[in-house]
């Protein structure tokens, strides 16, 4: 949200858990789904 004017981007309605673990995510005011997913970097051992 946009403090200045009161106004936002979007607006998510739904979730959907995918089977590969992503989420999809939809926005009610834009029209749009977007997809979330997560990438595990592991870091060496020193």
Request: overall charge neutral; charged content about 15%.
């Amino acid at each position: 949200m946009n403090p200045a004017d009161q106004s936002f981007w979007g607006r998510p309605a739904y979730l959907l858990q995918m089977p590969d673990g992503s989420m999809l995510v939809s926005d009610e005011q834009l029209g749009a789904i977007y997809r979330v997913t997560y990438k595990n970097q592991q870091v060496a051992a020193k």
